[in-house]
């Protein structure tokens, strides 16, 4: 069964609610007209009851009956019977059948088609056998005229209903024209053309937010669709030069015959590079566990001031190299995975001490917050442009132009690495540069 459209639907709401009202309000004017009605016509056989009364307030007289056929030759169609404290008929100007209805009061009787309005009251009030007056009066026009108000409510009701879903339709038709521009945009997007945007300023404020939304989810893809083109040009640049490499030292190997030393200095040539290659490929691969949140951090208690002076400990020799001092300060305690954040710090320690010049720092600052904690790594030394800095965690991304693709270390995949442990451990890493020094800094929770 195909499902309704959205403007269907629409339309069939405003009909059914335009007929639900049209017919609510029908119906209210029905019973106010039928009351109204009811009540001229209990004002007037009032009014002929009491002119009946005072025609017949002495029953022997023989003027009685002569005034009783004036006061009836005024109204046409009201009729009259008199009926004693026994029950015998007096007098009976109508052609009704014997029984009629006895209840005191008003009330209403059809016969043969005809509707009559009753009246049933005592001649005389204050007798406790008096005769009884039953007065009759024709209202056939009155119900003829409620039954075509009744036909006209039915027929206004259902021409309502569909003039209302025929305008229904038109505008929700061009009420939700901004809906089908935005899946003409969905149609046409593909990954050639990623930059079709909606115009936020002429849609509806009920659409403006999900426009919004739609463009930033639009923008989202088309930075995502960038940097997977540019991550995998990238990947080709990095292993286009160690295969390279790796080809042409084996063709030349193999041109002529040669010593076996030679062919194990070439072997052991290859075996570096395909371990570096090796190595990119399984810092890609997590990097891509973390793309899809695979990371999962072990939690166990940890003295922060204990790992780094460990880490500090193994690059003292590439610092003393360097000429460049380590230091420490500030402690703090957490929940974490030991290995992830080791190497979180190592690829951060990795790099600062070959960006600071010689007789520089690197600084380790542990401040315990809070919520959480900071860890800072900073190096003195020239700062870094702040333009380059939003790009410094981007893979493959080098901010040193000495650095050739697709050398055998660093391949600038470290800082990424680094950002994706900080982040499955729930925290953020920025970086600071400027007066003398550049700051890598870590915010991190405590755990439970």
């Not at 019973?31 to 022997?60: P, T, Y």
């Not at 100007?93 to 509707?115: A, E, I, M, V």
């Not at 997977?228 to 063709?251: G, K, M, V, W, Y």
């Not at 590439?318 to 190497?343: F, W």
Request: glycine fraction near 6%; charge should be negative; charged fraction near 25%.
């Amino acid at each position: 069964m195909r499902r309704l459209s959205l403007s269907s639907r629409l339309a069939l709401l405003f009909a059914a609610c335009t007929a639900v009202v049209s017919l609510f309000a029908g119906v209210l004017f029905s019973r106010a007209s039928e009351a109204h009605f009811v009540e001229l016509d209990q004002q007037l056989l009032d009014g002929k009851l009491i002119g009946l009364r005072r025609a017949l307030h002495d029953i022997q007289s023989s003027e009685s009956e002569i005034r009783l056929a004036d006061e009836l030759s005024r109204q046409a169609d009201l009729s009259l019977r008199i009926t004693g404290s026994e029950g015998q008929r007096w007098y009976d100007s109508s052609t009704l059948p014997d029984k009629l209805p006895q209840t005191p009061g008003l009330s209403t009787l059809n016969d043969g088609g005809t509707d009559y309005r009753v009246l049933n009251a005592p001649l005389f009030v204050d007798k406790p056998h008096s005769p009884q007056l039953t007065l009759l009066l024709d209202i056939t026009h009155h119900q003829h005229f409620l039954q075509r108000m009744q036909h006209l409510i039915w027929l206004t009701v259902g021409l309502s209903a569909l003039a209302t879903a025929l305008l229904g339709a038109w505008a929700a038709r061009s009420g939700l024209r901004p809906l089908r521009r935005m899946s003409a945009v969905a149609r046409g997007v593909s990954a050639q053309s990623l930059n079709a945007r909606l115009p936020e300023a002429n849609m509806p404020p009920e659409l403006a937010e999900l426009a919004h939304s739609f463009n930033a989810m639009l923008g989202r893809l088309d930075d995502s669709f960038q940097r997977l083109s540019a991550f995998s040009a990238d990947i080709a640049h990095e292993l286009r030069t160690p295969l390279s490499n790796l080809l042409t030292h084996t063709q030349v190997t193999l041109t002529r015959p040669r010593p076996i030393e030679d062919y194990r200095e070439a072997l052991h040539s290859n075996l570096e590079e395909l371990q570096w290659m090796a190595q990119l490929v399984n810092d890609m691969l997590y990097l891509a566990k973390a793309d899809h949140g695979l990371l999962t951090p072990k939690r166990e208690p940890l003295e922060l001031a204990q790992e780094v002076d460990l880490l500090l400990e193994f690059f003292a020799p590439l610092a003393e190299d360097a000429r460049v001092a380590l230091t420490r300060e500030g402690n703090a305690h957490m929940e974490g995975d030991r290995s992830m954040l080791r190497r979180a710090l190592s690829n951060l320690l990795d790099n600062a001490p070959r960006f600071t010049p010689a007789e520089g720092e690197v600084r380790v600052r542990i401040v315990e917050q809070a919520k959480g904690l900071s860890l800072t790594v900073e190096n003195s030394g020239d700062g870094i442009d702040g333009a380059l800095l939003a790009r410094l965690f981007d893979r493959f991304y080098r901010a040193d132009p000495a650095r050739q693709e697709g050398s055998s270390e660093h391949a600038g995949l470290g800082l990424a690495i680094t950002q994706s442990i900080i982040r499955a451990h729930g925290g953020q890493i920025r970086c600071e540069s400027g007066n003398g020094w550049t700051r890598f800094v870590i915010e991190l929770p405590k755990g439970d």
